[in-house]
């Protein structure tokens, strides 16, 4: 079995995608890391270690002593956090990947995964059904490092063969842990509000429709490509893929289907410019045609699934109707 390391594993999508990564290779194999290790990473089944992807020498290091074979990249600065320190996001999401580029060339490393996001397109992008290969302006420095990454993947891909896939996740809703400073965070928020106080603000329009996948569905995607056949993939570190695409109207009135009287109110603020920047939906004909990409979740189940993992956790103080 090869030794997979995890960056970012403590967060939103590490945290799934590394339980995951346990159920397929077994929870020896997979080497769960975070600049931070979070107190409940001690019940984790594998192997845990503290590695920030912005210190390269702990980076090849940790790689080196666990002979790791592949890395999923997660580590990394959301959207509206990094318009706050631009900088900052720039070293770790730019720096940080060549940094895990540069290891993987120089050790056993053969295959990698980075995300990466909607944010590469910007204003100029047609916005609904986005194609997978169109203008990529983006007006983030999130986007930025994004589109950055994606080239800077393929040149290792194209100049040392690297193994460097990814795709470009649309927002993504889940009840495990939160996610941290992203623009689509208001997708997560609006259903703890929902079951704990019946009330939420979403710092988006009303009217504001994006792309969003379910945590299952996102870590379906990792593994699908990351299992794809090297020869069928024309496309490498910026697969386009769709699963859902709803406002934050539409969103609350789902919602409002199981707890009737759920209140949503709207209060844009300086989120809604980036949100605004990006697409509405996105053509994943490539994802569907090069490694079989198709999503299980729409809005529907995916409303129906969310509020049935937090009731089960217990998290309601607010009365609820099961439809
Ligand atoms: C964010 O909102 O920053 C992320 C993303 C779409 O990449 N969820």
Redesign the pocket.
Same mark, same amino acid.
């Given at each position: 079995m090869p030794t997979i390391l995890v960056t970012g594993a403590f967060g939103q999508i590490g945290t799934e995608l590394t339980q995951a990564l346990y159920t397929r290779y077994g929870a020896d194999n997979v080497l769960a890391t975070g600049r931070r290790v979070p107190e409940s990473a001690g019940t984790l089944a594998g192997p845990v270690e503290t590695l920030d992807v912005t210190d390269p020498a702990r980076l090849r290091e940790v790689c080196a002593r666990h002979d790791v074979e592949i890395i999923y990249h997660l580590a990394a600065r959301? +959207? #509206?956090v #990094?318009e706050q320190a631009p900088l900052e996001a720039w070293r770790i999401n730019v720096d940080g990947l060549r940094n895990v580029l540069e290891t993987a060339k120089a050790s056993a490393v053969k295959r990698l995964f980075w995300p990466s +996001? $909607? #944010?590469v397109f910007g204003p100029e992008t047609p916005r609904t059904l986005t194609p997978q290969d169109t203008v990529t302006r983006p007006t983030t420095v !999130?986007g930025i490092a994004?589109v950055a990454g994606e080239l800077l993947c393929d040149y290792y891909a194209r100049r040392y063969g690297l193994d460097a896939r990814g795709v470009r !996740? /649309?927002?993504?809703i889940s009840s495990g842990a939160l /996610?941290g400073?992203? %623009? %689509?965070?208001y997708a997560v928020e609006i259903f703890y509000a929902a079951v704990q106080t019946g009330r939420y603000t979403a710092f988006v329009r009303e009217d504001c429709r994006l792309p969003m996948i379910y945590m299952p569905d996102c870590v379906k995607a990792a593994l699908q490509l990351m299992d794809a056949d090297r020869e069928t993939l024309e496309h490498r570190s910026g697969f386009n893929i769709n699963a859902m695409s709803f406002s934050a109207g539409e969103l609350a009135a789902e919602i409002r289907r199981h707890i009737p009287d759920f209140i949503c109110d709207f209060d844009p603020d300086e989120r809604q410019q $980036?949100a605004d920047s990006?697409p509405d939906s996105l053509d994943d004909g490539a994802a569907r045609r090069e490694w079989g990409w198709q999503p299980s979740y729409d809005l529907e189940t995916m409303t129906a699934d969310m509020l049935s993992k937090l009731r089960a956790r217990r998290l309601s103080g607010h009365k609820e109707t099961a439809r």
């Open positions: 959301l +959207s #509206a #990094a +996001s $909607i #944010a !999130y994004k !996740y /649309p927002g993504v /996610p400073g992203g %623009t %689509t965070d $980036i990006w």
